[in-house]
């Protein structure tokens, strides 16, 4: 389908380009959220006499946005999750769990700002970004733990999932001493001179 763009989207065009996409995305997406209008005589004419409104329009909204920007750009919020052993989540992180975090901390966003490229179902620290505008675009960081102290941790750098591997490989409890010259089965040197002194002092 031929459409007429009404506002940048990305890897598509700029305002006022005709561009050919997909009869689903148009009428899913595109045309519904007005961001476009189809191609045809009528609504040409539509589009050029309103560019200049549309345009100027435009121009306000991202200046806003740019605004704004400085109020989310590097924000860092923090979700407590359970998750199993090996930091898998049980269930994913949704955009509305981001949204509501950032809006708890005084960032004006809405569900349709957020990009998440891939769902989140790990615990560990991801860039998110957050489209305010077509044409404006910051990133936040979604810190996902499973407890206060651990989000604290990962907001250092600290990889939790590669240290709780690392505990899990070392020995637990009681080790063995072990002499390198000792013949298999013998009582090492140092053990058996304890045990000769304990038996000499009872």
Known sequence: MEIILLERVEKLGGIGDVVTVKDGYARNFLLPNKKALRANEANRKVFEANRAKIEADNAERRKAAEA???NVEGKSVVLI???SNAGQLYGSVSVRDIVDALVADGAQVTKSMIVLERPIKTIGVFDVKVALHPEVSVNVKVN???SPDEAEQQAQGVDVLAQMFEEEAKPVGFTEAFDPNAEPGEIPA???EDAAAAADEA
Request: charged share 35%; proline share 0%.
């Open 190 to 192: 140092d053990v058996a």
């Open 68 to 70: 704004e920007s400085g």
């Open 144 to 146: 996902v733990a499973r």
């Open 81 to 83: 999750r359970a998750s």
